[in-house]
């Protein structure tokens, strides 16, 4: 199996990419952001923010359970007008060129539940930079404000839209094909399913006990115990 590669802090502040990402960034199967590009976008989406407040951020996948970056607080939240889907495969993180997974992004419609960490003020430019190094290394999400309803108060959070131009945006997966690849794929990030796993323990910690992800989650292990047996026959 291809070598564990983690996202965390030290990485991210180092800037580094994963063996696999560089690979395939050298031999053209991937389009990077440039540096110029990436933080020319941040500071666009971060114009409207003011200079001296803490801001939020809405996580919906892996932000929620890995941030990689110093989070004040983290609040449960719901943010309308915006669903969480697996829609962008992956051949790099959780998948392979062969047998690509699948991960989340927002599209407009319906509602999500998530969680809106709070970053400093003293730390905005620090912290975002890193969040941007993450989520926008190739350009297929698309930074938006959402309104996140913390329950007792509804603030500003900046998260990330699914880019429907970006070549690997899957439109409407079909379920059990959602399942399949979730629960059989595995890349330098861990299994797939692993992603999905994590995602449904943060939402079980905030109370929703059932819904889609849930059902997923199902399928996707009964999905991975056929992968499994058919390997072993």
């Known amino acids: 199996m291809t070598e564990r590669f983690d996202i965390n802090r030290e990485v991210l ?50 932000l929620m359970w890995n941030p990689a970056c110093d989070v004040a607080e983290f ?26 997974g699948l991960t989340l992004g927002l599209e407009a419609g319906g509602s999500c539940r998530g969680m809106a960490l709070r970053i400093e003020a003293g730390k905005v430019d ?13 350009g297929a999400y698309v930074p938006i404000w959402v309104e996140a309803d913390l329950g007792d108060r509804t603030v500003p959070a900046v998260s990330f839209a699914i880019n429907k131009n970006y070549y690997r945006y ?29 995602t449904v323990e943060m939402l079980d910690t ?10 997923l989650l199902h399928a996707a292990r009964i999905a991975q115990q056929r992968c499994t047996e058919n390997h072993k026959a």
């Open 126 to 138: 620090t912290e975002t930079s890193l969040i941007w190094r993450r989520e926008m290394i190739a």
């Open 75 to 100: 609040h449960p939240a719901l943010v309308r007008g915006w669903h969480r889907r697996f829609n962008l495969w992956t051949h790099l993180g959780r998948g392979t060129a062969e047998f690509p």
């Open 170 to 198: 899957g439109d409407r997966v079909p379920f059990d094909l959602q399942a399949h690849h979730i629960g059989c794929a595995e890349g330098p990030l861990g299994p797939c399913i692993e992603y999905l796993e994590k």
């Open 206 to 215: 905030m109370g929703r006990r059932r819904g889609p992800m849930h059902d």
């Open 13 to 62: 502040l180092k800037g580094e990419l994963s063996p696999h990402l560089q690979a395939a960034h050298d031999g053209g199967l991937i389009q990077l952001l440039s540096d110029e590009d990436r933080e020319a976008n941040r500071r666009e989406v971060l114009a409207r923010h003011p200079a001296d407040a803490d801001i939020f951020v809405f996580g919906f996948g892996s």
